[in-house]
């Protein structure tokens, strides 16, 4: 397989301070946010607290990426468990969006969104499809199609 020069790749890079970041500057954001999401958890969704107290472990025990093993990860059950909303880490005010599977297999799951995840969401959503039509509009112009996606 060719090599694919940082170049080659600079115009797809839609965040360079993150993307292009060093091994030690990823494990340095990654640990910093796993801290605040163990502590936002751990004071604001009882279902987590309890575990966590349950398996001996509280937040200052949590300092870097290298811990993420001694916390309890979600199962479906967990989710189906604490159906509709027992696992929110924000007053359920602030959500102004819920999806939801189907339910076949059992009771629904939900995922909850605030206006800032909506918003990142929709920021990634649109560099993707700003990338597609780049994309779509070098090779038409290289046939001479008129294809558009606006």
Do not use: H
């Not at 790749?9 to 060093?22: A, G, L, T």
């Amino acid at each position: 397989m060719a090599a694919v020069s940082r170049e080659n790749w600079v115009e797809r890079i839609r965040d360079p301070k993150i993307e292009c970041m060093s091994r030690d500057e990823m494990a340095a954001l990654q640990s910093r946010r796993l801290v605040e999401v163990v502590n936002r958890v751990y004071n604001n969704v009882e279902f987590y607290r309890k575990k966590m107290q349950d398996m001996g472990i509280e937040p200052g025990d949590i300092k870097s990426i290298e811990d993420i093993g001694k916390l309890p990860f979600t199962t479906k059950e967990d989710l189906r468990a604490n159906y509709p909303f027992g696992l929110l880490a924000v007053p359920q005010e602030k959500i102004v969006r819920v999806q939801g599977t189907s339910g076949t297999t059992g009771k629904l799951t939900l995922a909850s969104y605030t206006q800032k995840d909506v918003d990142k969401i929709f920021k990634a959503l649109q560099f993707e499809l700003d990338e597609a039509k780049k994309r779509f509009s070098k090779q038409d112009s290289e046939k001479g199609s008129k294809f558009t996606l606006d």
